[in-house]
């Protein structure tokens, strides 16, 4: 398909399991990015990249959650040591790049995966 | 500290009954404004983005405005398929910032 889409879709581990979390992005998008939704909340930005470089990582909530996107394509986001308050849907979006005019600002979403830590 | 609050949380109409969507922000240097729309079990999808003061753009039902504190999401005569969670992001820096949303369900 051309969307962008995230494996896999339901990831249950049990506290303190090491979890990793797959983008692949629309092909060309130079830009991905990873949010986190908790239940009834917007998304909440987590990390940027654009091409293989990590240009913001600000919104990582701890030193266990690690982004990388080592071509420039798919991109793995890894929990460590889970606990139960990373239970979220993560969301990862791509645009084709991130300047410039609406085109190529506008983000497509994947469809998530849904993490239950128990 | 950025924010951006999005009202009513939920909203409920009949089916040709107009009504807006309102989003405000406290953000420095905002370079845009975004309106998506999310169904149950799937990621945003993308609606709209808003650049400056007095901007408007239309797709369909649906109308948004901005202005310097904040962005109007209009429907006009809705239908049960407008019936979605509306978000507000804004791009400040290299991040979004989201709203958490206004459940919007359309009455047949």
């Known amino acids: 398909g051309a969307g962008v889409s995230q494996s896999p879709r339901y990831k249950v581990a049990k506290r303190g399991q090491d979890v990793a979390l797959r983008c692949d992005p629309i092909?060309?998008?130079?830009?991905l990015f990873w949010y986190q939704q908790a239940l009834g909340q917007g998304p909440e930005f987590l990390t940027y990249?654009?091409?293989?470089?990590?240009?913001?990582k600000s919104g990582l909530p701890s030193d266990r959650f690690f982004a990388e996107r080592p071509e420039g394509s798919v991109s793995t986001l890894k929990i460590q040591r889970t606990q139960q308050e990373d239970s979220a849907v993560y969301l990862c979006?791509?645009?084709?790049?991130?300047?410039?005019?609406?085109?190529?600002?506008?983000?497509?979403f994947g469809p998530g995966t849904r993490l239950t830590v128990l | 500290e950025d924010q951006v609050t999005q009202s009513p949380e939920a909203l409920r109409l009949q089916e040709g009954e107009s009504s807006s969507l309102n989003c405000s922000y406290t953000?420095?240097?905002?370079?845009?404004l975004f309106w998506y729309r999310q169904d149950p079990g799937k990621g945003p999808e993308f609606l709209f983005t808003?650049?400056?003061a007095g901007e408007e753009k239309e797709k369909e039902r649906l109308k948004a405005t901005l202005t310097k504190k904040e962005s109007f999401l209009h429907i006009t005569a809705p239908k049960p398929e407008d019936s979605a969670t509306y978000l507000c992001?804004?791009?400040?820096?290299?991040?979004?910032?989201f709203g958490t949303g206004t459940s919007l369900t359309v009455i047949p």
């Open positions: 992001a804004v791009h400040a820096g290299n991040q979004f910032y």
């Open positions: 990249f654009q091409n293989e470089a990590q240009l913001d």
């Open positions: 979006a791509s645009s084709l790049a991130w300047s410039g005019t609406e085109t190529y600002n506008e983000q497509f």
């Open positions: 092909s060309g998008h130079v830009s």
């Open positions: 953000v420095s240097g905002l370079r845009g």
């Open positions: 808003l650049y400056s």
